[in-house]
Nanobody, 124 residues
Framework: QVRLVESGGGLVQAGGSLRLSCAVY????????VGWFRQAPGKEREFVAR????????NYGDSVKDRFTISRDNAKNTVYLQMDNLKPEDTATYYC?????????????????WGQGTQVTVSS
């Protein structure tokens, strides 16, 4: 059974950087893409980025475009989220999830099998 496990969260000052990892265990050939979402307390889950596993095509949410970079290492079954120039409003729990087909990237309902999340806190 496919499992996704996030890591790399932590506390960082504004303007700093973090790299999150999403390790995919027991991947299947059906997997089409992996996405990153985030959720702050009292807010809805927000789309951050998505990458297709074949071709490496990417999509980004407007609030992170030009600051975050998603990438993948298929040999390691891992997807990364490089976060630069972090802001206090980036503080949230970050989740990765998989898509088995190409559907609208920003909608959480279009993903299945979510990780447990990793906390990112950006201090001002």
């Amino acid at each position: 059974q496919v499992r996704l496990v996030e890591s790399g969260g932590g506390l960082v000052q504004a303007g700093g950087s973090l790299r999150l990892s999403c390790a995919v265990y027991e991947p299947t050939l059906r997997m089409f893409a992996v996405g990153w979402f985030r959720q702050a307390p009292g807010k809805e889950r927000e789309f951050v980025a998505r990458i297709t596993l074949s071709g490496g095509y990417t999509n980004y949410g407007d609030s992170v475009k030009d600051r975050f970079t998603i990438s993948r290492d298929n040999a390691k079954n891992t997807v990364y989220l490089q976060m630069d120039n972090l802001k206090p409003e980036d503080t949230a729990t970050y989740y990765c999830a998989k898509q088995d087909w190409n559907v609208n990237p920003p909608m959480p309902r279009n993903y299945n099998t979510w990780g447990q999340g990793t906390q990112v806190t950006v201090s001002s």
